[in-house]
Every structure is written in C-alpha cells, then in structure tokens.
C-alpha cells in the first residue's frame, strides 16, 4: 500500500509537470492515472483508450494499476451497493493487491458482505490471507466465524486446530456436531487427537458425525476405534460405524457386518449390506431388493450403486406410490438406464403439481432418499421446504442425465427449452457446451431462433459465441451487452449454508435474469483474453452502469493478468 501510494504520488507530480496536456503516449497514460486517481474515471478510462489508439497496444500493467486504484476508492464508497459491487470487482480480479480491498468487507457490519468477503479471500494463496481468516474468527456473526473455520481447516491454517477448539469450546453443546468436519479436513496430527476425543464424546449426535466424516476423509487408522462400535447399542451410531468399515474397505470388519445383515433395524441392516457389497460380497443383495420390494425408500435408492438392478428398478417406476417412483428412477439414472427419462421429465420440467424435492436421510445420516413435496410454493414458509435446495437438486440430477445416451439427453434438453424452464436453463447451456457434438450444437442454433423464449435465445447465442460457431453471434452478444448497459449487473442472493420460475407469461426476462446473462456474457468477454475483449470491455466500464464499473474492472482485471 505504501509502495502505490509513493507511486501515485509521482504520478501526480509528473501528471502536474506536464500541466495535464498529454503530449506524447507516456504523458497520456500518466494522465490517465492521474484522473482514475481523482476517481474522474470516465475521463481516465477515456485517456487511457486514447493512449491505446496512439500506440497500437494495451499496457496490462498500467489497466491493473488503474483497477486497484478504482477498486480502492469503491470500497471507500458509502453507498452500498457500489460497496458490493467493489467487493465482487476484487474478488474477480484475482489480484493480489486486492486483498486489502476484501479485507475491508470483513469489518463491514452486514454478515453477509462478510461471508461474501471471505469466500474470495479464502481463493488466494498468499500470507495475508491466512491473517485475514484468523481475524475473521473473531467476527461478531457465528455465520462469519464458521466459515471462516471451514476455510482455515481447508489450508491447513497453523493455527486452526487452536481457533477451531476455541470457537466450539465458547459455543453451546447443540453446535458441537458441526466441529468433526473441520478436524477430519485438517488431518495434521493436533487435529487428529482432537477428533479422536470427538470420537469418543458423550453426545450420540458429536459421535455420529465424527464417524461419517473419519468415512468420508478417509480416515481408515481410527478403523481400531469404528470395529469397536460395531457392538454399540445405540441404532443411529451403529449405522454409522457399519457404513464406515465399508468406506474405508476394512475387510476385519466382514464377520460383524454379517451379523449386522440381520438386524432388526432397517437401517443398520441396509448399512451393513452396503458395506459387505463394498468390500464384495454380493451375498446381501437379495436382502436389499426384499426391502426394496417393500418400498423402502432408502433401498430403493441404494440400488444406484448395486449392479443388474436395473430391470427391477424399472418395474419400480410403474409404482403408484409418487415417491417410489421417482426414487427409482433417480437410481436408474445413477445406472445410467436410458428408462429412467420419463420420469426425469417430470422431475426437470415443473407442472401444476408445483413440486418440490428435498433430501431426507435415515437415522444414521449414511443413507438418503428423495421426498418429493406438492404445491411447494404455497407451503414457502414449510421449514422442510427448501425452494432454492430443490432447484439445485434439479441441476444435480439435469447434470447426471448428461451419461443417459445421447439421443435421450438432448430429447430432455429440447422438452426444457420447448417449456421454458428457465431456473435449469443455464444449467443445460454449459451441459451442451460441454458436448460439443453435431446434434448438441443444431439444438443451441434451433435455440437460438426462439424470439418467443429471451433466456434461451440469449443463452444459446452467448454458448454458440464462446464455441467460436461460425454466424452472428460474437456481434449479437456484443450488442446485447451494451443495450443492458443501465442494469444492474450484480444483484445478491441469500447465501447457503457453507455445509451444505415457472414459463414466463410475456416475452421479456426478469431483473434476475437478466443479471445473471449479463455476468456470463462479461466472463466470456473476459475469458476471450485478446485486444479486441479489452476494448470491449473498457468501454463498458466507460458509458454503462456506473455501479458496475467496479465489478467491470474485477473482470478487466483477469483478462489483463
């Protein structure tokens, strides 16, 4: 910070000396400095893209200069969304120096401009973040100090193990379940010892978590510690322990598991069939398959990772029980069975039943089915409904379908274009980008002539423009950009936790949308990584927005990198 202001300071005795008239390319871009620096930016972006057109080229090093200073007077704003905007700007730019700039967003008051803040900072690899993350704990949100936690256990912070303790030492019992994680990520030696006393705690909820996460780290030296719970008369751990023997492949475990295989309780039972099929033993399928056969959602859902259970599965999908069926046909997708689009259609593409999809795990948490909800829109204040979890269910089970045979994948992708479905259409653009085959690139230009669907249409010309698809594309988006020059292009959704619309009635798209195309129009801009993208985008930050000029320069800022 020292060093830019020494510079800056030479700058505006230089930008002086010369009485602010340019009179060669150095004394321009000096000058143009000299504007940004009295945050006269039209005018400084303006001198710069004169010095540009003087010289021929773009001085990378000057643009950077030139972000940091605008990102730097941003995050001094009042107003808050150029606040924000500034935030978004840093964190994109993926500079260094703009580290001192999101640190101002973990002292900001609102605890979500904090977590903002930090999921940004937790992307750099340098010093002062670690400094940044240990001051984070100190937060006065509980939501700041555990994601911070989350990110200090993620790099192996020195003193994280500390932290970690501390925060759980200071917090109410009922928060101990959620601290396992953190030292099953870490895995140094401190860590573990601290795990192994969570192991052992006299909350049945701590243990449990503590062995679905020594699972699913891999942990397989606390396998001393997981065979001796298999004896353990307390239903839920006992899942656990049996889920977790399988995980972590420990074959000692095999003669306990097949008592287990007989148990009274349906979820110990399937745990421990699970876990002999993973250490091989196919002796317990017929078990799964009774239970299926009894509509036990938790078997049904399990036969994804059980080989040859696809003809059953599909006689499933005939239940009239609403929620077998979609079970299974979630399974079949797992197999990767083409029987299963049905009913994946009715999953992807919303319908007057207005349903809703929320996750529900057995008692031991090892095992999960899918519930689906009716007129989930009227039950919006249901604590077990979760729209926006529902919607990113969708997006998981759209992405899976991507190994179905081609031929039923882009059927799926056409029946979501032809309805407008536009919560998981930019889901499927980057799925059909990605594909990159004949029929998927017909399908984005049939897309693309939609005029009475704007988020496919625009979507589909944006995805044809970043394949480099020969047509008009590059010059539409271009265009479309700069007639959106006004919105506001970023605009802030409740963030999720860390540990975890319909058809639109008129032809135009919605604030959201709208925001949400124009980022991704930007970042394939940016992306392009040429002359004529850096062109593009100094103009933009010039004449659009003002509030977006900072989010800009992030951008402007990695494509000069």
Request: glycine share 4%.
């Amino acid at each position: 910070m020292a060093a830019m202001k020494k510079y800056m300071r030479i700058i505006l005795f230089l930008a002086l000396s010369f009485g602010l008239l340019a009179k060669s390319p150095q004394e321009t871009k000096l000058h143009a400095l000299y504007l940004m620096q009295q945050n006269r930016v039209e005018e400084s972006l303006g001198k710069y893209r004169e010095y540009a057109e003087e010289t021929g080229r773009h001085d990378f090093e000057t643009l950077q200069q030139m972000g940091l200073i605008l990102l730097q007077k941003g995050i001094l704003s009042p107003d808050p969304q150029i606040f924000r905007m500034t935030l978004f700007g840093a964190g994109l730019s993926g500079s260094v120096g703009a580290l001192e700039v999101l640190e101002r967003g973990i002292l900001h008051e609102d605890p979500q401009v904090q977590l903002l803040a930090l999921h940004f900072i937790a992307q750099f690899e340098d010093d002062h973040t670690t400094n940044l993350l240990t001051y984070a704990m100190s937060s006065n949100f509980l939501s700041t100090r555990m994601e911070a936690a989350f990110y200090m256990a993620q790099k192996k912070h020195p003193l994280a193990v500390g932290q970690i303790e501390g925060l759980m030492f200071r917090l109410p019992p009922i928060f101990k379940p959620y601290f396992p994680c953190f030292f099953a990520i870490l895995g140094t030696s401190d860590a573990t010892l601290a795990l192994r006393r969570l192991v052992e705690d006299p909350d049945p909820q701590v243990r449990i978590e503590s062995i679905l996460n020594l699972a699913r780290t891999g942990r397989d030296d606390f396998l001393p510690l997981l065979r001796k719970r298999l004896t353990h008369a307390q239903i839920a751990e006992l899942e656990a322990a049996a889920f977790a023997v399988g995980v972590l492949k420990d074959s000692a475990s095999s003669p306990k598991l097949k008592r287990l295989a007989f148990s009274s309780g349906d979820s110990v039972r399937l745990a421990a069939c699970l876990s002999l099929l993973r250490l091989g033993d196919r002796s317990c399928v017929p078990t799964i398959l009774a239970m299926a056969q009894k509509n036990n959602l938790f078997a049904i859902a399990s036969l994804g990772e059980i080989e040859d259970t696809e003809n059953f599965l599909s006689t499933l999908t005939l239940s009239e029980d609403l929620q077998v069926r979609f079970n299974a046909a979630i399974a079949l997708l797992q197999r990767r069975d083409p029987r299963c689009a049905p009913l994946l259609a009715e999953i992807l593409i919303q319908d007057g039943r207005d349903l809703a999809f929320h996750p529900f795990p057995s008692i031991g948490r090892t095992q999960m089915a899918v519930k689906a909800i009716p007129s989930a829109e009227l039950r919006a204040n249901d604590p077990t409904v979760n729209l926006g979890f529902s919607v990113a269910m969708r997006e998981h089970f759209l992405r899976e379908s991507v190994h179905l045979p081609e031929k039923e994948f882009l059927q799926l992708a056409a029946l979501i274009f032809k309805k407008q479905q536009n919560d998981l259409v930019p889901s499927l653009i980057a799925l059909l980008e990605n594909l990159r085959t004949e029929d998927a690139i017909a399908l984005l230009k049939e897309g693309s002539e939609k005029l009475s669907s704007p988020l496919v249409r625009d979507y589909c010309r944006l995805s044809l423009f970043r394949l480099k698809v020969e047509g008009p594309y590059e010059e539409y988006i271009t265009h479309w950009v700069m007639r959106q020059k006004h919105e506001e292009l970023i605009r802030l959704r409740p963030l999720l936790p860390w540990k975890f619309r319909m058809e639109q009635s008129d032809y135009t798209l919605s604030p959201d949308e709208t925001s949400h195309l124009l980022i991704e129009a930007f970042l394939s801009i940016a992306n392009r990584h040429d002359e004529k993208s850096i062109a593009f985008l100094l103009e933009a930050i010039q004449f659009s927005n003002p509030a977006n000029r900072y989010a800009l320069m992030g951008l402007l800022m990695r494509a000069t990198e």
